[in-house]
């Protein structure tokens, strides 16, 4: 049994996370601030008596320092992770995920926890040059705030890995799919076809080539790697090996609804500032530990559409 | 005329600058907290009707807006500069890199101030696996948290540029030297040797590699390229062809100063946690624009001695 620690244990990864850990018998520390956190994603989680809560702010540092004694593990998950509003708030990608992350990593250090996972995002690549991108690819360019936060959060943990003798494994996920999943496509077309099934905006052309992985193939890698660690600082891909057009999977919600909206598309390669038209991740060096995706892209889709279905009240959690 | 405003005014490079735009003819708005900048730096320009001084810290969102307003460019210099340091003060490099670099982006906004140029440095390339190193290296690695915090300032910048229409230009230095140089190996070697000539203790094994560029060169090539700028966003490595190895700047310095110390190695290939042993950029990019130094290593090392042995204040100023 080990103790982990999870941030952001009510989202839609933490708390997949979270109750993935209870289930294999070890003891987790969840924290969260509820901010876009859910708590009925721990109605199973607080019956155990494995779990702790923590409802507090990353940026309180001195709270954060207490909530962590007694970990081994941290996983770091809680984020800003709309990419698409940065410039409409410039300071919370910022503190929400670099210096929420250089928290994170000094509340470690004051407990002794040296293990850490961390979310980054294949965002960091900017407008990759090589696709599929591996994660060494070229020197990246951010292109979003949320981007350049989570970078920046990379690189304090290499850095506290180096100076500290830390170790760790850096995620870098194509968007997530599956239960419990509150933001991005799926969420939004969901809600608009809902309110109107005749019409669909769509941000861009819907050529936007994206990649997308499902939560419990996520918490199967995470899991993995933090389990190996061949080194003292890691970087993993995750992703499936393979990419869809955002016209695909319109095209599969609305089969999955029975509507046949008209499109209506804002324009453009890009969905919004500083979006990216192409996100294809190089995920050799995950598979080399033995992790291979379960689901399909499509499959992954179809899931988020039932789990939305089955659970509308999310669309009045997070308005 | 252009008015130019220019963070970090009294520190050494920042005040080389400030006279040299002074001495084109423009106008120069000035920014420092006095942390670690000299007033002495700053007789000359302080004489001029076309220099303002700001005495303020970035930290300060409020006052940097209120100082910022009439600028047409800026070049955002100051910084915590010590990279040696980094995990005695965890906090230092995260506010007054990382986070500085924020408020200067935001008060640019605030003013409508679109145009950078950014003191980055070699140490975002962490160990680079390709040398000499050019600026699309390999998604670097951090090993310090100078590095850490200076990649986090470029990736801000560069979403600045992709988010709000900013142009800016990143300049990856080696280490700058020349006359009003307040830190560095040459610094700490001449106080060392002159409270005691006879041993001279080595941070490392001394075969460290390293490249210099004197300061005047440093200028030429940021105004070079602030005055191009052919990109929204561009990155310029900035040092000369060649590098020395730490071994063969104590020989200069000692031969200026007619001093033979035993020299004592606290051994290993690093001088400290998160050296890099081997720092050599390829300036291919910025010579490309017609740029080229003036000034060899040793000039520039001898350079430095000199301006110490004719300036031993600046020892009592910065202790």
Known sequence: MTQYIVTGCAGFIGSTLVDRLLANGHGVIGVDNFSTGQRRFLENALTSDHFKLFELDLLDLDALKGAFQGGEIVVHLAA???VRFGTQHTRRDLEQNT?????????MRANGVRQLGFSSTGSVYGEAKVIPTPEDAPF?????LYGASKAAGEGLISA???GFGFRACVFRFVSILGERYTHGHVFDFYRSLRDN???LPVLGNGQQRKSYLHVQDCVDAILLALDRM?????IYNLGVDSYCQVNDSIGWICEALGVTPKLVYSGGERGWIGDNPFIFLDTARIRALGWTPKLSIKQGVLATVKFLQN???VYGARA
């Open 99 to 107: 210096i929420a992350t250089y928290n994170v990593l000094e509340a």
């Open 311 to 313: 659970n509308e009240w």
């Open 140 to 144: 990246p360019i951010q292109t979003s």
């Open 80 to 82: 800003n992770a709309d």
């Open 197 to 199: 099934p005749n019409e």
């Open 230 to 234: 061949p080194e003292k600082y890691n």
């Open 160 to 162: 506290y890995c180096e």
